[in-house]
């Protein structure tokens, strides 16, 4: 088996010690989605030297299976489930490569965070949660399976991937989800819409010279968690300062970039430009104008928002056409919240994100993912995005459609974890729905009548640098993932 690698600093006398353990683990694995492959073999090894039984399935995902504790062998099987993946997020100028470097996370005021990149707590913190039920001789349960999943933050690849006849259990537990005290019961589902165009670039015209625009300071964030929030958007942001820039200046646009990942809240963009020579005070006395406005606009959530404006190099810029295409579409293009639901009140039913774009002389493209409570909601948006690129010819493609998880406010484990929860810390739960996607409704899908849950530990800023995770809550989350286990296996 590999070793296991050196508990870091920061998690010295955390207790309780299983969970910290297992997430420092996973701090030093690097875990970008589609390379979860070294993790889950070290995961892998580590289960089998403990005599569990391992299977690794045809998407990738590992599930581990650990027999009942004596005398429960016949309550009902119960699956664990994570995902083993995490958002790759950094601020700019940091040196940290998610490909190869670990996640150095610091104390500070009871959580554990991640200061320049993301911490991974979305979703290690489950993840560590079941490593450690299934390492602990002490719980009490009927049969157990993990299922560690891959590929969820870009795609739900894992999910959509499960076989329908490699899980046993009824009920299931999800630890995925970022508020201690709530019981999720349901969730949005959503689809990606991919646009792409080609294009011819020409050179930059004789006399202009080139300048490059940052837009930065953005808090960012998880795309369906804090899409309420109205945080700005950058490449939104950016592409409407350029559609100001260019109705005063004689502007040729080379390049725009912005975001890293389909569902985080893209936090910075650049664009390269050119413009006549000596028209260099001209764009920094508009850059600070609008600085100044977009701070104005967003005080109160976003008020950090910075433009700066450096000399810049290029060999060719858009097309005018393809310039005036691609501004004049990504300005109207929706972003943000679409939809409340009517059928539960304080929950965002339909929205989506503009995540990514990635432009220049030879073409370019961008993302958008759509979410909805409702499958016909997010096909409908889907549909309103591609609709409004087809008018210029542009290629739109939609795809990776994941459904929604339907609630059942009748669920039997719901019951079971509200009256434990109960009992355990003398309070009352409360039931959620979360406009963010989790695995349950495509698990649901494939197998039919499992009852399924989610709660875990309190984490905020995830899908950003910054994300944090409360020390405190991940002890409750442990308290009463225990509790359940043992509660369900007097079940029959």
Known sequence: MPATPPLPPAFAGLAPAPIWRHFATLCAFPRPSKAEGPLREHLRAWAEARGLATTVDGAGNLIIKKPASPGREHAPGVVLQAHLDMVCQKNAGTAHDF?????????????LIADDTTLGADNGIGVALILAALEDATLVHGPLEALLTVDEEAGMGGAHGLAADVLQGRLMLNLDTEDWGEFYLGCAGGLDVNVSRSGAGEPVPGGFEAWQIGLAGLRGGHSGVDIHEERGNAIKLLVRVLRGLEANLPLRLASLTGGTARNALPREARATLCLPAGHGPALAAALDRWQALLRSELAGVDAGITLSVAPGTTEAVLAAGEQAVWLASLHAAPHGVRR???????????????????????????????????????????????????????????????????????????????????REFGAESTVQVIHAGLECGLIAA???????????????????????????????????????????????
């Open 99 to 111: 490909s190869r470097d670990a996640i150095t996370p610091r104390l500070a005021d009871g959580w």
């Open 340 to 422: 409340r639901s009517l059928a539960v009140p304080g929950v965002v039913e339909t929205s989506n994100n503009l995540g990514m774009v990635d432009l220049g002389p030879g073409g370019g493209h961008c993302n958008f993912m759509v979410r909805s409570l409702v499958d016909s909601g997010s096909q409908a948006l889907a549909d309103e995005i591609a609709s409004l690129f087809a008018l210029s010819g542009s290629q739109v493609d939609i795809s990776g459609h994941y459904p929604g998880w339907r609630p059942d406010p009748g669920s039997p484990l719901l019951a079971l974890a509200q009256q434990v929860f109960r």
């Open 446 to 492: 494939r197998y039919p009548g499992i009852d399924i849950v989610s709660f875990g530990p309190t984490i905020r800023g995830a899908h950003a640098p910054g994300e944090r995770v409360e020390i405190e809550s991940v002890g409750k989350a442990w308290r009463l993932l225990a509790a359940i286990l043992a509660e369900a296996s007097s079940q029959t």
